[in-house]
């Protein structure tokens, strides 16, 4: 039964559109309510925000483009400058009014250029009379550019005094985006997020035609479980569900099991989905090398991550240097003199200690360390005599380049240079084996 | 004040004077439906269809420099070296020129310029100010009567002018205010919502209109609508309502009933925020009660991911059933969607010294607004529940 009425649009459109947008019926009969006949004036400024793929780009541009409203779409992120971006709208609108792909490059610095040629734009046949929507994608950008290009754009419909409206579609709520001294106050309109039962709808939708549909359905919920804690995102779910699903029909396959089994299933694919969670949802490898480590067996080995540890490989010294410097940073002084001598004071605890043991040094970040200090840590920590050769402070210098030491402090500091650590102590453990 | 505004325009017109003023309101007051009307106004009356009135009218969002304002205002003026629609020569010609024109003219041969600048306050932050000071210079000397009308809605506009320019103005202010009470609100109400005489169907029309009237009686639209006189008085935010209201109208619901404005009403008055933590995962509703918590202990100093993190780990290991206990990288996927989202902002740029990890944030919502969006939250494991309305003894 459809649900999207409307008696200015033909039935057939309206069910079409309705198939293509699954779960947001509510909010496209919203939008169709304040959209009104194509010649009636609709309100000068909406303002669309929801979540990360929550559907506000797909809705907008199905809606308008099975109605067959005349729009002109642009993604501010791509259009970054005020004057890119009004060049680009002005394109639109001719390739809009005229029909065909031809247009001639358009010149326009200001908004005030802008206002003027939208004018002669807007006036040719096709569009005459009828609503011109013009929608700004990843609207958040437009607070980065000039400071009255947003309040221009809200009051369009106003400054031009033509049947304009302005479609503004972002994540970030409108109290941020408001302007100091205020300005036209858009429709807000908030595009909800799917639940649970939604999104299982929308992902069993596209199943592959060799499998029941049920079956997939039952491989969604399990990802679901797996993956919903943690992340809502359709588009990333979707990336997922269609990784994972040659693995989920293995066993099918090789004849083990039949479709029903659920319990075989789940074994087969459960400690693949926590792998996955790992490496593929947290795109430290590509989707290709996931593919191709599936059909090579997978056997439980590391997987070679973009920050992957292991294969760093650090000449000797330079392991030790890297963990005096660890040592170094996350250590206060007091205590070195305890740790690195072989005959140790006891350390009084004053007042002071006590009241800063609760911010741990780990919580707050590495702390800079003077040079004698690391070699003073090295002599102590390496087994061996080592002498302070060239070789030494080069290596601490391609720690430097490489970016897990850092410099702080100029260059020509006088009591010797500073650094600082940039790993964690995963990565030293590791280096450390 | 309407009067007040077209006996100055009226005196500009017929008898030739040249004036200043300024139409100072809060925003959606009206000022700019004031000036239209009055003009109108003007058009009508008879003594002023015989001298032509010319209108630059300069609305300050699109003048970003006096440069522009000034071929704009020779645009529509369509002085002589308007060559089809370019305006050539440098700043100082153009503006040389115009004065000329404006100069040669005297009171009775020339016709009467009206200079419309909304959003004045902008034009206020332009270099040096010289349009203004430009303008206003004219309306003094004794030459082409010309009138300089500025519309702003900040009250401190006076202060903003320069010495030489504050004193070439009249300092004529017309201020307007929403002073209307709330019996005449809902009288605004009524009539917003009425249908105009001339509508075609008119059976319908008063069937409508006599909704309307019930309505404005009823106890439950009067509530909805004091909630709102005492938010705001403005105008603007009552039509965003009632659009609300109205858009929820069809075919087969003809008339307007309360509980769509009731409904109108909440929508309209949603926290956004709380809106967005509804579609957050469950980890990243873990992470901002831990910055809550930290928020609570610390007393609102800012935190970083480590620390976060940490409080994270507590909860795992104490009182969570129903949580994995998730890696450190999976954590940190959830905590920059936080900051991709901004409800998390941090304190300075990040830049390529300092890690990602020990970088200064702090939290944008308060902490009431996470409980209440947590009662909101579906499917929301208890314990978690539980850990965010506890206070922390055992730290």
């Known amino acids: ?433 | 004040q309407h009067r007040h505004l077209l006996e100055l325009l009226k005196r500009t017109t017929v008898h030739g004077e040249s004036n200043s003023a300024l139409i100072i309101g809060p925003r959606g007051s009206g000022k700019t439906a004031l000036l239209n009307h009055v003009l109108k106004d003007l058009r009508e009356m008879k003594q002023v269809r015989e001298n032509l009135l010319e209108k630059p009218f300069l609305p300050g969002l699109l003048q970003t420099n006096d440069k522009v304002a000034l071929k704009e205002i020779t645009r529509q003026l369509q002085l002589e070296n308007v060559v089809g629609d370019k305006v050539f020569g440098s700043f100082a010609e153009n503006l040389a020129f115009l004065l000329e024109a404006l100069r040669k003219g005297d009171r009775s041969s020339s016709c009467p310029i009206l200079f419309v600048l909304d959003e004045f306050d902008l034009f206020v932050h332009h270099k040096n100010q010289t349009l203004l000071y430009n303008l206003f210079d004219i309306s003094q000397s004794a030459q082409t009567p010309v009138t300089v009308i500025g519309l702003t809605c900040r009250q401190d506009i006076l202060e903003l002018l320069e010495k030489r320019v504050k004193s070439r103005f009249s300092h004529r202010q017309i201020y307007l205010m929403n002073s209307f009470d709330f019996k005449q609100y809902i009288k605004i109400f009524k009539k917003q919502l009425s249908l105009p005489a001339e509508f075609p169907d008119e059976s319908f029309a008063q069937k409508w209109n006599n909704n309307v009237q019930h309505l404005s009686e009823d106890k439950t639209v009067q509530d909805v609508l004091q909630n709102l006189f005492h938010h705001t008085k403005d105008l603007r935010s009552l039509h965003l309502l009632l659009m609300l209201a109205v858009s929820a109208v069809t075919v087969h619901h003809p008339l307007l009933t309360a509980a769509d404005l009731q409904e109108a009403s909440r929508q309209h008055s949603t926290d956004s925020k709380a809106n967005i933590v509804h579609g957050l995962s469950v980890l990243e509703i873990c992470l901002i009660i831990a910055m809550k918590h930290l928020n609570e202990v610390y007393d609102g100093e800012p935190f970083n991911f480590q620390m976060v993190y940490n409080e994270f780990q507590k909860f795992i290991q104490r009182k969570a059933h129903s949580m994995y206990n998730f890696e450190k990288p999976v954590v940190m996927k959830a905590f920059e969607h936080l900051l991709q989202l901004e409800l998390v902002k941090p304190l300075e740029r990040p830049s390529a010294r300092a890690q990602r990890e020990y970088l200064l944030m702090k939290l944008l919502l308060d902490s009431s607004q996470i409980m209440d969006a947590l009662q909101l939250y579906p499917n929301c494991p208890t314990d978690v529940k539980q850990w965010a309305a506890s206070s922390l003894s055992w730290l």
Not at chain 1, 141 to 150: D, F, G, K, V, Y
Not at chain 1, 261 to 272: A, M, Q, Y
Not at chain 1, 294 to 303: C, I, R
Not at chain 1, 351 to 367: I, Q, R, V
């Open chain 1, 1 to 433: 039964m459809p649900s999207l009425e409307h008696p200015a649009y033909p039935a057939a459109d309206l069910l079409r559109l309705e198939s293509l947008v699954p779960c947001r019926e509510s909010q496209v009969s919203m939008l169709l309510s304040l959209f009104g006949e194509r010649q009636q004036f609709s309100f000068p400024s909406i303002f669309i925000y929801g979540h990360t793929s929550s559907g506000k780009t797909y809705v907008m541009k199905t809606l308008l483009t099975t109605l067959q409203l005349p729009h002109v779409f642009v993604n501010c992120v791509e259009y970054f400058t005020s004057r890119l971006l009004l060049e680009e709208i002005l394109i639109q609108l001719q390739s809009c009014s005229s029909g065909t792909e031809q247009t001639s490059p358009v010149h326009c610095d200001t908004l005030n250029d802008f206002v003027r040629l939208f004018k002669q734009a807007v006036a040719s046949q096709e569009l005459e009379g009828q609503t011109l929507y013009i929608v700004l994608d990843r609207a958040e950008q437009l607070r980065e550019m000039e400071a009255n290009i947003l309040p221009a754009f809200l009051r369009l419909q106003e400054l031009t005094d033509r049947n304009v409206t302005v479609i503004l579609l972002s994540e970030i709520v409108w109290e941020l985006f408001r302007p100091n001294i205020g300005c036209f106050e858009p429709f807000t309109m908030y595009f909800p997020d799917y639940s649970i039962g939604h999104l299982q709808k929308i992902l069993s939708q596209n199943h592959p035609p060799e499998y029941s549909a049920d079956f997939y359905a039952a491989y969604i919920n399990i990802l679901l479980g797996v993956f919903y804690m943690v992340c809502r995102d359709l588009k990333e779910l979707r990336h997922l569900a269609a990784l994972n699903f040659a693995k989920y029909c293995e066993p099918v396959v090789r004849g083990e099991a039949n479709e029903r089994d659920t319990r075989k299933l789940w074994k087969n694919i459960e400690p693949h989905l926590k792998k996955a969670m790992q490496t593929v949802y947290l795109r430290e490898i590509s989707s290709s090398q996931w593919e191709r480590l599936q059909h090579d067996g997978g056997e439980p080995g590391q997987l070679k991550g973009l920050s992957a540890h292991t294969h760093v490989e650090l000449p000797y010294y330079s392991k030790f240097l890297l963990i005096a410097a660890y040592l170094a940073s996350y250590n206060p002084v007091r205590t070195d003199k305890r740790f690195f001598l072989k005959h140790h004071g006891k350390i009084r605890k004053t007042n002071f200690m006590k009241k800063h043991e609760k911010t741990s040094n780990h919580l707050l970040g590495p702390k800079p360390f003077p040079l004698d200090r690391l070699l003073a840590i090295l002599y102590s920590i390496v087994d061996n005599r080592v002498a302070p050769t060239a070789n030494i402070f080069s290596q601490i210098t391609s720690l430097v380049t490489l970016q897990l030491l850092s410099m702080v402090g100029q260059n020509d500091q006088l009591d010797g240079p500073r650094y600082k650590c940039t790993v964690s102590l995963d990565f030293i453990r590791a280096i450390a084996r």
